[in-house]
């Protein structure tokens, strides 16, 4: 009697799903192998276009994608750029659209069709009931778990938004996870090579680029750094720039849509010819002829492309390594494919780039992965990942105390200890920011609560206890307990909520270009507080000291100077110096009363 | 959620208290417990207490921050062997920071063919500041070591501002 072995335990079978702008597909992982998910025709991607027909049908992926040109107000693609922003923030972005975007409940974006209106999420959701269905249909059996994966950069509403998505299409999504880190994990799949590798990704719109160490297949991401704003995109909108100066100047959608398509196939062209010519004819609307050398592109794209070196500069410093230290460089997404971005990533890092997995495929199959991971399926392997933006809270002047850097591996707990900043004071707002800037008015907002119930005591004494924790998800929660009296409060919000590409974007390029600003700003509030705690730790320890009297006014002398110098809003040199001439004073008393009064005043930062 | 203090981060990772540990072996020892702490190798069999779970492998994360860089860690050792040393021993001595004022003023002003040099004597004033350290606890002079730490401060933030200048 022969009977086929039966399967023990079926192994819980999770997708992993990468969602892109332009193309979205799935992939599993059974065994040590993950593979790509084909429909009946063989091809993995699906086209992430939704095309509403006005017969009634919707119709989604390669056969939208047909649509397009037929239905161009109906055929809705490029939504992952709309997903958990506001309408306001799209606004431009929309403009270049052929569809048309509203401004929907609560400022969301909305796609306009006819006279319905679809969110965001529901047109993603469509795009993933296509790839659950192709995967269904090639695994031949049902899911209804994955994970989906996110540029690095995406903020929690746009995670959020994503999951959201996931639900609509009746998949639970186990975890967000980042497209570089995932395309490490597609690269590392045999995990028997231990090292260093940078990931560099290159979309049609975002950059990111991620360092990771790789042990014994524990995969550790060392740092993160991108431009949410930066890709091939980029590229071409400038020679759109170059075609367009021969054309009579017009804001007809119809010519600058052709102009678009054009740019494109040129920029294509030149990745694998030296010179490439383009002949447009838009009929009454004017032609085009020229030629472009790949020399001409490179010179035109090279501040680009030396934008993205930045931020891999930037990357590797968070790490502590050297350049030469890196053992993998890895491409993914398909600006790669431009030889200039090759040359001047292999020139930096000295590392022919890997190309063994097409880049196209790498971020899905590494999200099959993390998916069998999480699955339980696969405990040899471990993906530790870390937060892209430091958590701080505001103290007195307006300054942001960081308590979580960015780059910190997840989950990770940081407390600290505050004070207040005015005698009797029974109440402290805490206000929580994100963002690398030293100011709270430069950071990200992320949320306000009030701890209440402090004892009565004099500015400095009541001790709160801070405690930041951040979880596997990168959700934050936050503590605040009064170390006396017990009194406490706490909140939970998302890290990164509401917060806008474009901001994080310009919060990154404003933190490098302002570090030197933000630093004498930051030294200015920070003098000035040190300033005020030590006119008031002098004064009170002069009431209990007994000093001789010559000692007592020449500290009483130097205390007023100081006074003064705050009642004049001195500039923090003056403020300093001032200081430094109390702190001389003080230290020299033999006494040490008036010392220990002033260091305890410092001693605690002070909370608003 | 109730805030409890933090274990020390020797006993997170069960390594003795001592300043010196072997980087290789403490490296090892991090990757192993995150294997049997991360949240992802657990969900999977429904941890019943989340919070537990997420705050144990905060504290490893925490811990290898810690103890991974050897000032971080020499603090770490001075507070749990005696809490509040380190706050009782801030007060340094006048001409030890009058010397690191003037470290900080060369920084400042210093010429650009001069960084390579002031980085490797920064280094070197470090090192030595380290093996001072070593000398003090091994002489169990808490005290000492504790402004031993302090004092390096100044050394290692010259050594950071001239980074950030160069």
């Known amino acids: 009697m022969t009977t086929a072995p039966q399967p023990r335990a079926c192994p819980r079978l999770v997708l992993g799903i990468d969602l892109g702008t332009t193309n979205s597909l799935a992939a599993v992982r059974a065994g040590k192998d993950a593979r790509v998910l084909r429909d009946r025709d063989g091809e993995p ?32 693609f490029s939504v992952k750029r709309l997903i958990g922003r506001a309408a306001a923030e799209v606004q431009q972005e929309a403009s270049r659209l052929p569809y048309r975007v509203a401004a929907g409940e609560r400022g969301m974006p909305r796609v306009q069709i006819g006279d319905q209106q ?32 996110v540029p690095a950069w995406f903020d929690d509403a746009q995670r959020q938004a994503t999951k959201d998505a996931a639900q609509l299409a009746g998949l639970e999504c186990l975890r967000i996870l980042n497209e570089p880190t995932a395309a490490a994990l597609a690269y590392g799949i045999d995990g028997s090579k231990d090292g260093t590798a940078l990931v560099y990704d290159l979309g049609g719109g975002t950059f990111d680029v991620s360092i990771l160490r790789i042990d014994d297949g524990v995969f550790r991401v060392l740092s993160t750094a991108g431009d949410t704003q930066l890709g091939g995109d980029d590229f071409d909108e400038l020679l759109c720039q170059r075609i367009l100066a021969q054309l009579p100047p017009t804001s007809d959608p119809y010519v600058l849509q052709a102009v678009r398509a054009a740019a494109e196939g040129l920029k294509i062209r030149l990745s694998d010819a030296e010179r490439a010519e383009l002949e447009l004819d838009l009929g009454n609307r004017g032609a085009v002829k020229l030629a472009v050398t790949r020399a001409e592109f490179e010179a035109a794209i090279a501040p680009l492309v030396q934008r993205t070196l930045d931020c891999v500069m930037r990357a590797v410093k968070d790490t502590g390594l050297q350049l030469h230290e890196l053992d993998d460089v890895v491409l993914v997404g398909g600006s790669t494919r431009v030889p200039l971005v090759r040359a001047r990533l292999q020139a930096l890092t000295g590392k022919a780039p890997h190309t063994g997995v097409d880049p196209d495929l790498a971020v899905a199959l590494g999200a099959a992965i993390q998916a069998d991971v999480l699955a339980g399926n696969d405990r040899s392997l471990l993906l530790l990942d870390v937060i892209p ?48 800037r030293e100011l709270a008015q430069d950071c990200r907002l992320l949320g306000r609560f009030q701890l209440r119930g402090l004892p009565a005591l004099p500015a400095g004494l009541p001790r709160i206890a801070v405690t930041f924790l951040v979880d596997a998800d990168g959700v934050l929660r936050v503590t605040a307990r009064e170390q006396r009296t017990g009194a406490q409060a706490s909140i939970q919000i998302a890290p990164t909520f509401g917060l806008t590409r474009d901001e994080v974007r310009t919060m990154m390029l404003d933190s490098i270009e302002h570090a030197q600003q933000d630093y004498l700003a930051r030294e200015a509030i920070d003098t000035r507080n040190k300033a005020e705690a030590m006119v008031r730790g002098t004064q009170k320890a002069l009431q209990i000291a007994e000093l001789p009297p010559d000692q007592t006014y020449a500290v009483q002398k130097a205390t007023k100077a100081l006074q003064k110098l705050l009642a004049g809003n001195a500039d923090a040199a003056a403020l300093k110096a001032g200081c430094d001439e109390l702190t001389k004073l003080t230290a020299t008393i033999a006494d040490d009363v008036i010392s220990s009064a002033v260091t305890k005043a410092l001693k605690a930062d002070e909370i608003r | 959620m109730t805030h409890v203090p933090a274990p020390d981060p020797f006993t997170v990772f069960g390594v003795p208290r001592t300043l010196d540990l072997d980087a290789r072996e403490l490296e090892r020892r991090y990757l192993r417990l995150s294997r049997e702490c991360h949240p992802d190798h657990l969900r999977a069999q429904d941890a019943a207490d989340c919070l537990a779970v997420l705050q144990r492998a905060a504290e490893v994360n925490d811990a290898w921050k810690t103890l991974r860089d050897p000032w971080t860690r020499a603090k770490a050792l001075l507070e749990a062997e005696s809490p509040g040393l380190l706050d009782a021993n801030k007060k340094l001595d006048p001409a030890f920071l009058a010397d690191a004022l003037e470290l900080a003023e060369e920084v400042a002003f210093v010429r650009p063919d001069h960084v390579t040099a002031l980085r490797a004597r920064l280094q070197q004033t470090l090192d030595a500041d380290f093996a001072a350290l070593r000398a003090d606890v091994g002489r169990g002079d808490l005290p000492a070591a504790a402004r031993r730490v302090h004092g390096a401060h100044y050394h290692k933030k010259a050594l950071a501002d001239l980074e950030h200048k160069a």
């Open chain 1, 389 to 436: 933006l430091s958590l701080g809270l505001e103290t007195l002047g307006g300054a942001v105390r960081k308590l979580i850097l960015r780059n910190s591996t997840i989950p990770t707990s940081v407390t600290e200890e505050f004070s207040t900043g005015v005698d009797n004071q029974t109440a402290v707002d805490l206000t929580i920011y994100q963002g690398e």
């Open chain 1, 45 to 76: 991607l699906v086209p992430s276009v939704v095309c509403f027909h006005p017969d009634g049908r919707t119709v989604v992926g390669r056969a939208a994608k047909a649509l397009r040109l037929d239905f161009p107000e109906r055929t809705v």
């Open chain 1, 118 to 149: 679809w969110t965001p999420e529901a047109i993603s959701a469509l795009i993933l009931q296509q790839v659950k269905a192709t995967a269904e249909q090639a695994l031949g059996q049902p899911v209804r778990e994955a994970v989906v994966t």
